[in-house]
């Protein structure tokens, strides 16, 4: 009983619903970069891994009814989220917990009978092959060869979708959620929030501005979803703007 409770707790950082109020936390309280980066590869995976398990074609287990389960979704975003993270971490405290929580996390999907280890095992495959053809890019041709490759293989992998197999709604909302945060990356200036009071009140700011962006989407009700999803792009630049004003504003007041 003990040991399923913990496995369903680990299960919730394999969320892409979980993983991103974590995303918006460490944006505004630790590194805006880091975790900007790291949601990309995140979004990213969210694409490339709906084409894999249509190529692949492997049913999920018996009691999850239809569906394709290698490689598994939830594996593979967490090891390229937090992968990211505890290769660019200076911190061996945090490299090891993220790296357990990893191994955790696709022991409890095993253990709860949503995956088996071919599927776990697969996801970690392709996100170690990720991560490094990351860093191959990275070095070699620079950060914004890494953004022009994101999106271009982001694209290739849409066309494959909407051609061959299906492209759901989840793969628009990634893709804009991807452009989103590398143009605001691009075009925002980073910027240090040098207290707790300003961090709460970015929190504050940014939050209430990403729910007022989609209650008027759902009050829009846009039917077909590459227009629903634009939501997405709009929030990582929501975020990264008001870690910028928050800034500006604690700058001018200390003049």
Not at 3 to 8: Q, T
Not at 76 to 101: P, W
Not at 141 to 146: I, L, M, R, S, V
Request: hydrophobic letters at 60%; aromatic letters at 16%.
């Amino acid at each position: 009983m003990a040991l399923g409770s913990v496995a369903g707790f680990c299960l919730k950082f394999g969320h892409v619903t979980f993983i991103l109020p974590f995303v918006l936390l460490g944006m505004i309280f630790h590194r805006r970069d880091l975790y900007a980066k790291a949601t990309c590869f995140l979004f990213f995976v969210m694409i490339f891994n709906t084409l894999l398990k249509y190529m692949f074609k492997v049913q999920l287990l018996p009691h999850l009814g239809q569906g394709y389960a290698f490689p598994s979704g939830h594996m593979h975003a967490a090891v390229v989220f937090f992968g990211y993270i505890v290769c660019r971490s200076e911190r061996k405290a945090v490299k090891v917990a993220l790296v357990l929580l990893i191994c955790c996390l696709g022991f409890s999907l095993v253990h709860q009978r949503f995956h088996d280890w071919f599927d776990v095992l697969g996801a970690l495959t392709f996100a170690g092959a990720e991560l490094l053809i990351y860093r191959y890019i990275l070095v070699n041709f620079g950060e914004k060869a890494t953004a022009v490759v994101a999106l271009a293989a982001s694209l290739a992998s849409m066309v494959a979708l909407s051609v061959i197999y299906k492209l759901e709604f989840h793969v628009w909302l990634a893709f804009y959620g991807l452009l989103g945060t590398i143009l605001s990356l691009s075009f925002i200036e980073d910027a240090k929030l040098p207290d707790w009071l300003q961090k709460f009140v970015t929190l504050a700011l940014s939050t209430s501005l990403i729910a007022v962006v989609f209650f008027v989407f759902k009050a829009l009700a846009f039917k077909q979803f590459f227009l629903s999803e634009i939501r997405a792009a709009l929030a990582p630049a929501i975020v990264m703007a008001s870690i910028n004003l928050c800034s500006r504003l604690r700058l001018r007041a200390t003049k």
